[in-house]
């Protein structure tokens, strides 16, 4: 049946609270490799977070979507970025092609074409506090080699 299950381990929690110390830095760390992001990759093809006056985001996801015009697929970018080296993350698939909601329901891929637009194109460039500038470099000159 689908439902939700939120409970977490002793251990989780504890964990989770030891983390909230470091909050703060967490979010200034994923702000400023955002930020190097969206200035080196502004000129590419590409869809980057949105910002905006009054706008605030924690960076959890650093998502790129590769506009129409680009010569490459998203598959393609994901492969060739593997390659050197640099591991995104593919987001998210489109809910009403789950197995659950297709037999259950009735959904089908062409459903939705905005979402399913959205999965083809999109993906998560890496983004942690612990990044060095070395790493963040490595993948900003990944993305602009592949995406040229």
């Not at 299950?5 to 702000?31: C, E, H, P």
């Not at 924690?58 to 060739?80: D, F, G, N, Q, V």
């Not at 593997?82 to 998210?92: D, E, L, M």
């Not at 297709?102 to 074409?113: H, I, K």
């Amino acid at each position: 049946y689908l439902g939700f299950n939120y409970r977490m381990t002793d251990i989780q929690a504890a964990l989770g609270i030891s983390q909230l110390n470091k909050l703060d830095w967490f979010v200034k760390r994923r702000k400023e490799i955002a930020e190097k992001y969206s200035r080196e990759l502004k000129d590419l093809p590409l869809e980057l977070p949105f910002t905006g006056e009054g706008y605030h985001s924690s960076y959890h996801l650093y998502t790129i979507r590769i506009k129409e015009e680009a010569e490459i697929s998203r598959s393609e970018l994901y492969e060739k970025l593997r390659q050197k080296g640099i591991y995104s993350q593919v987001h998210y698939i489109p809910v009403h092609t789950f197995p659950y909601y297709r037999e259950r329901f009735g959904y089908n891929w062409g459903d939705y074409p905005a979402a399913e637009d959205w999965y083809k194109r999109v993906l998560s460039l890496p983004i942690f506090p612990g990044m060095s500038d070395e790493e963040i470099n490595r993948v900003i000159k990944a993305v602009r080699e592949v995406i040229k």
